[in-house]
């Protein structure tokens, strides 16, 4: 990275016709290595670049020159447990400017994907990330340390100088745009999902169990009981068997038993289980039914034929209360 934002920076001084190269401060001649002008070092570049000494991507930059000049090779994996958040706002910060000043095409989006330490999946495994870190040379942690303390604090939570994230297990049903990774933009959620957020991200965990582990079909119900709910909702009797039966099929929402491809649903109505080798329908379904057929001439419209309408129960009359008088010519 340290290479690629120098050569990232060069270019765009070469674009922008800016001499990037050294001078002799006395004669104002290009200085000299192997009778090659001598190229502006990343550090003088971050700073012409970013001419604001508080701009978040210059010191996330700055702080990397530091480390590549200190830091020897055996501890680079140490390291990167230590700077991980500031290592990936590194990259981030580059496709950002190499996108803005080269356009989309010089994007690394389909080169590079997002880095997740196994090790933070378990107890076990953030306690050899704690140990890990510790090894780190105390020179180096203080390089760090020292660093920091003489940034604004506002600076250090900016996602430009320490991009940390919380990861936060996708469940339910997946459809075909679905990715592995959803990147949430804070300025685009409410103001009580940010503040939930924000709070959430201050804990610093990496990522939690999830505790229910049945979630594939969740709120999703079987022919029998769509029949029933369709049932309590119109004045004629639905059956799964039947009408159910009849009407995925006019509307397409699942494909035939013994079809190639079972999971050619339409996923708004109907998803196929796996797990279980049988269809599963969403309570949108259901509603759909109701709104297609509620009435006895919409069922008569859709399957041709009168419905059959609920019986409806007949209770036995109550005798009449006798009145008073009637008890006291009794007596």
Not at 103 to 114: I, P, T, W
Not at 233 to 245: G, I, L, T
Not at 256 to 277: H, L, M, N, R, V
């Amino acid at each position: 990275m340290h290479k690629a934002w120098h050569y990232l920076l060069h270019a765009e001084f070469h674009k922008a016709k800016i001499d990037y190269h050294y001078r002799d401060p006395k004669t104002g001649h290009h200085q000299l290595i192997d009778g090659e002008p001598k190229a502006w070092d990343l550090d003088r570049c971050l700073r012409e670049r970013f001419p604001d000494n508080q701009d978040p991507v210059r010191l996330n930059g700055e702080l990397f020159v530091a480390l590549r000049n200190k830091v020897e090779h055996r501890y680079e994996h140490n390291l990167k447990i230590v700077t991980g958040g500031r290592a990936q706002a590194l990259v981030m910060n580059y496709e950002q400017e190499v996108v803005a000043r080269f356009g989309s095409e010089c994007s690394l989006a389909d080169r590079l994907r997002f880095p997740i330490s196994v090790q933070a999946l378990t107890a076990e495994g953030r306690e050899q990330l704690q140990a890990a870190a510790k090894k780190l040379p105390k020179h180096t942690r203080d390089l760090v340390a020292k660093f920091e303390a003489a940034i604004d604090p506002a600076l250090l939570d900016d996602l430009r100088y320490d991009y940390r994230v919380r990861l936060v297990p996708i469940i339910g049903s997946k459809t075909d745009a679905d990715l592995a990774i959803n990147f949430v933009k804070l300025d685009e959620l409410s103001e009580e999902e940010r503040r939930t957020m924000v709070e959430a991200g201050r804990l610093g965990t990496v990522i939690e169990k999830v505790k229910h582990v049945e979630v594939a079909d969740k709120d999703k119900l079987l022919p029998g009981q769509v029949a029933r709910l369709v049932e309590d909702q119109v004045p004629f009797e639905f059956s799964a068997s039947h009408e159910h039966a009849l009407m995925w099929r006019r509307f397409g929402v699942r494909p035939a038993t013994g079809a190639p491809d079972p999971c050619a649903t339409d996923a708004k109505y109907c998803i196929y289980s796996e797990a279980f080798g049988a269809y599963v329908y969403t309570p949108a379904w259901v509603k759909k039914i109701v709104r297609e057929i509620g009435t006895v001439e919409k069922y008569r419209s859709v399957f041709g034929r009168e419905p059959r309408m609920k019986r409806v129960t007949q209770f036995p009359k109550q005798p009449k209360a006798s009145s008073p008088q009637q008890h006291s010519k009794s007596a």
